[in-house]
């Protein structure tokens, strides 16, 4: 059986830091999606729009991600 996957979307994840939680001393994190990226956008590409992006934010970066969906099918 041969499966072959097709990418069918893109979205760019910035996880903000947003403090710590006065009642569980947990760190809370707040995200803001870019959905519908080009899925031909490599990830530095995806990366260098994120930190640009991220001095224009009130909160700091934490971190980034990209979230990637495919869609298998089996070609036999």
Do not use: H
Not at 69 to 76: F, G, I, K, P, V
């Amino acid at each position: 059986m041969a499966v072959t996957a097709k990418q069918t979307s893109s979205t760019l994840r910035m996880v903000f830091s947003d403090g710590i939680d006065p009642i569980s001393g947990k760190e809370i994190y707040k995200t803001k999606s870019f959905s519908n990226t080009k899925i031909a956008a490599t990830t530095e590409q995806l990366f260098a729009v994120a930190v640009s992006l991220a001095p224009l934010q009130q909160r700091s970066l934490f971190k980034i991600e990209r979230n990637d969906n495919s869609e298998l099918r089996d070609e036999a």
